[in-house]
């Protein structure tokens, strides 16, 4: 089983940034695509941002121009730089394989507020 912990949220006005952290205490290289997950109050939990090992990456339209998503397979982390953050990206934010891998289990997520 791989456990995740992820860092970096916070509250923050409307335009601010913050760089979310997602350190695993195993590999992230095979676990192979990562991805960072988001679930707000009274919904589901969505995809917003993924990165193969290859580096390849893709974001939901939501965050996309927005977020940079990158990884250090060296010390098993990923990122997510979030810029120009909108209200509604308020959330608590997760990190996990991609598609979901069962032995990674989910962390308690870091939570995400976005207001003035």
């Known amino acids: 089983q791989v456990q995740v912990v992820e860092s970096g949220g916070g509250l923050v006005q409307p335009g601010g940034s913050l760089r979310l952290s997602c350190a695993a205490s195993?590999?992230?290289?095979?676990?192979?695509?990562m991805g960072w997950y988001r679930q707000a109050p009274g919904k589901q939990r969505e995809l917003v941002a993924s990165?193969?090992?290859?580096?390849?990456?893709n974001y939901a339209d939501s965050v996309k121009g927005r977020s940079t998503i990158s990884r250090d397979n060296a010390k098993n982390t990923v990122y997510l730089q979030m810029n120009s953050l909108k209200p509604e990206d308020t959330a608590v934010y997760y990190c996990?394989?991609?598609?979901?891998?069962?032995?990674?289990?989910w962390g308690k997520g870091t939570l995400v507020t976005v207001s003035s």
């Open positions: 996990n394989g991609v598609p979901v891998r069962y032995y990674v289990s």
């Open positions: 195993g590999s992230i290289f095979s676990i192979g695509a």
């Open positions: 990165i193969t090992n290859g580096g390849s990456t």
